[in-house]
């Protein structure tokens, strides 16, 4: 049974940082492009960051480039995001996603967590 298990959100100030992990299992963790999506109340699930499978390549929305990193480990079979200077438009459910893609629509992920909240205050 594959598990994706979000961790790391929370209330933050504007301007501050928060880490976020997502810890996988029942999946070869190495095989797979990973992602971060997030939604917020009333909105669609839009794509914050992803990275291939062998850390290759990294792409992230323009909304958070220069602010949030993208990173993985596959030893540890867990992806993060490191996410600073956040602003109150960051607060949302940030979902941790699975898939063998060619574009990082959500629709194309294959594996989902439930989520974590972050609140950005501003």
């Known amino acids: 049974q594959v598990q994706l298990v979000e961790s790391g959100g929370g209330l933050v100030q504007a301007g501050g940082s928060l880490r976020l992990s997502c810890a996988t299992s029942g999946l070869t963790f190495a095989l797979y492009d990973m992602g971060w999506f997030r939604q917020a109340p009333g909105e669609e699930r839009e794509f914050v960051a992803g990275?291939?499978?062998?850390?290759?390549?990294?792409d992230s929305a323009d909304s958070v480039k220069g602010r949030f990193t993208i990173s993985r480990n596959n030893a540890a079979n867990t992806m993060y995001l490191q996410m600073n200077s956040l602003k109150a438009q960051d607060t949302a459910v940030y979902y941790c996603?699975?898939?063998?893609?060619?574009?990082?629509?959500?629709?194309?992920?294959?594996?989902w967590g439930k989520g974590t909240l972050v609140t950005v205050s501003s």
């Open positions: 990275i291939r499978w062998n850390a290759d390549s990294t």
């Open positions: 996603a699975a898939g063998r893609v060619s574009t990082w629509h959500r629709s194309a992920m294959n594996f």
